[in-house]
């Protein structure tokens, strides 16, 4: 009789002493990998324990590394001789830390496997880059060493990862809604046009038109983008988009500027140069996309029914580059305290629309599409709250402040289109916000806040790392 269980053949053989032996040490790196920011905050050490970047530096050295390669075996070795080198210098340092013990015991299983000296050269640890000076991605990677060091010099606090470039974003949509550079959200009336960024190399301008007469709400309906000289790049671009009309092609009528600077790769394996600047249309008339390889900026600009909507990816760096004169700017600074319509991020909903008296739309039809685009002034009607919040709720699952966002523009305006515009901004803000833990903000006081804290996400990274470590 065989023996009795649900084991396979297969699972017996993944459970064999020599296969575990060989995956040991690349389960103890990817414990170092993925565990070094949870135990970093969750576990005591000081904070001269470089262990992370230690790793992040192996990792970078033999990203590019593939057994085809003639010298592979050769130049892994100096990457492990490298990273064993940084685990000596920050052993006293990390002494306790889970992630350093990891690590070394990841190094010497993974020296053994590969018939490894400890003694030799090893790699460097910033590889020599290709330098584009047109390319913002590629001039930040090849001066990193130095802004690392001048870092270091002010401040032991200043690690590694605050030597890369750090990323911002803004955006603006509906009645309008205002998220900022520090994710702060606010509703303004800002009637008129107002700067949402002004500093030396790019400036964004904003023109706000009442939406619905005896009403303080707003909506875009124009957007300048200015894109300033840049030595050896490009000279001065404008674009500008009003309703009805938004242009792929600047306002001298070219699409891109300055010479092609890096090769791209295509989903469907094409391949092609591109250039400083350019832009692309992602839908004609409706989405349209604007891309500052040497400043690192891109910007999407919609319409959705009557109105524009734009989200900002820009390096802070960059953003920070202004004077005195500059100081008025909305992604940076937020709303004047006379212009804004919300309570430090509360909406309070209006008791009755100031819809009523337009003309109503009949009732919507149940194959209603959140993409169809409604002809000018065809979605208005009136809402309840409750109706207004079953409308929004069709778009947007969760009930943060891009939801209440929705309600409010429903019940002030009766232009459903809002509701899409809602949704679209979401949207973008997911593609080029940098830091997906501060995606979702939640209006004052709500609930739903109180479920999305740090320990959780802490604890749950913590009992991952705790799993990988029992394999090993």
């Known amino acids: 009789m065989g023996r009795a269980g649900c084991c396979r053949r297969g699972a017996e053989r993944l459970a064999s002493p020599p296969l575990v032996r060989r995956a040991r ?9 993925c565990c070094g920011e949870c135990l970093g905050q969750c576990q005591v050490s000081t904070p001269q324990c470089r262990i992370q970047k230690c790793t992040t530096d192996f990792v970078s050295l033999t990203s590019h590394l593939t057994p085809a390669v003639d ?8 990457a492990l001789r490298a990273y064993s080198a940084c ?33 030799g050269p090893t790699s460097s640890t910033y590889p020599e880059v290709q330098h584009e000076p047109c390319n913002y991605h590629s ?35 509906g009645d309008p809604h205002l998220r900022t550079f520090k994710d702060s959200f606010q509703t303004c009336k800002v009637q008129g046009a107002w700067p949402l960024i002004d500093n030396n ?19 875009t309906n124009k957007i300048t983008i200015i894109f300033k000289p840049y030595e050896g790049c490009t000279d001065q671009r404008v674009y500008q988009a009003v309703t009805d009309d938004l242009p792929a ?27 400083a600047l350019w832009i692309s249309e992602r839908s004609p008339g409706r989405h349209v996309e604007l891309h500052a390889g040497y400043i ?42 006379g212009e804004r319509i919300d309570r430090a991020g509360h909406l309070p909903l209006p008791i009755s629309s100031p819809a009523v008296g337009l003309q109503l739309q009949q009732p919507r039809r149940p194959g209603y599409s959140s993409q169809t685009q409604a002809s000018p002034f065809s979605a208005m009607q009136v809402f309840g709250v409750e109706v207004a919040k079953e ?22 305006t009766g232009d459903a289109n809002f509701t899409v515009a809602a949704y679209s901004a979401l949207k973008d803000m997911e593609s080029l916000h940098p830091h997906r833990d501060r995606w979702r903000i939640y209006p004052r006081g709500s609930a739903t806040s109180t479920l999305h804290s740090q320990p959780m996400k802490h604890l749950a990274l913590l009992l991952l790392c705790a799993l990988i470590m029992a394999l090993c």
Do not use: W
Request: contains cysteine; charged residues 15%; aromatic residues 8%.
């Open 71 to 78: 010298d592979f075996h050769a130049e892994f070795c100096k």
């Open 25 to 33: 040490p690349l389960l103890l790196l990817i414990a170092a990998v």
């Open 296 to 337: 690192g900026v891109t910007l999407i600009v919609r319409q959705l029914g009557r109105y524009l909507t734009l989200a900002v990816r820009i390096p802070e760096e960059m953003a920070r580059a202004y004077d005195a004169t500059q100081d008025l700017q909305l992604c940076l600074n937020g709303c004047p305290s």
């Open 87 to 119: 685990t000596q210098r920050t052993a006293k340092s990390c002494r306790g830390n889970l992630v350093f013990h990891s690590a070394v015991l990841g190094i010497s299983d993974l020296m053994s496997q590969r018939n490894c000296s400890r003694d």
């Open 391 to 412: 409308r929004c709720r069709e778009q947007l699952e969760v009930q943060d402040i891009y939801y209440h966002s929705c309600v409010f523009d429903l019940l002030t």
């Open 139 to 173: 001039r930040t990677q090849h001066a990193r060493p130095h802004s690392h060091v001048h870092a270091h010099a002010h401040s032991q606090a200043h690690s590694h990862e605050h030597a890369r470039p750090g990323y911002l974003f803004c955006g603006l949509f």
């Open 249 to 275: 092609a600047f306002d001298d009528g070219t699409i891109s500027s300055g010479d092609p600077i890096h090769t791209y790769a295509g989903a469907d394996g094409a391949s092609g140069k591109v250039r």
């Open 201 to 219: 190399y790019l400036s964004v301008q904003v023109t706000n038109v009442p939406v619905v007469p005896g009403s303080s709400a707003t909506a």
